[in-house]
């Protein structure tokens, strides 16, 4: 039986390579958003999340000129990690604490590294 050609064209640029799956190994290398990160976005630009943070940030007395300063952190109560969409996707799951975003975007920074597609976290 002959061998199968097992070129075939890549589904995001139509160079032709033999790599498993649809993408050639240069389109394979560039790290597409992901459905979490776009379910992210939508997440953080909810009205819903607007209430939920201004709840937060005013709970911990942050004087409302200084909102933009901060971010608010998703934990889990048991102290096991940050926002896992495997977990629950419901803010108010999680324990919500404001951090100045310099902090938090240096945690979330380092964490998204350790993320699979889906969120996940896929250990360090
Ligand atoms: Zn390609």
Redesign the pocket.
């Known amino acids: 039986m002959p061998l199968r050609n097992r070129n075939k064209r890549?589904s995001?640029?139509?160079?032709t390579?033999s790599e498993k799956g649809e993408?050639?190994p240069?389109?394979k290398a560039q790290k597409p958003v992901s459905e979490w990160q776009k379910d992210k976005r939508r997440r953080y630009s909810s009205s819903e999340w607007k209430r939920i943070r201004a709840n937060v940030l005013s709970e911990y007395d942050i004087p409302q000129d200084e909102w933009h300063l901060y971010a608010v952190d998703h934990r889990k109560p048991d102290g096991s990690g940050g926002y896992d969409p495997t977990w629950s996707t419901n803010h108010e799951d999680y324990v919500l604490v404001p951090m100045l975003l310099t902090d938090h975007n240096r945690k979330t920074a380092n964490q998204d590294v350790f993320r699979d597609e889906n969120g996940r976290f896929v250990g360090k």
């Open positions: 890549c995001k640029c139509g160079i390579h993408l050639c240069s389109c």
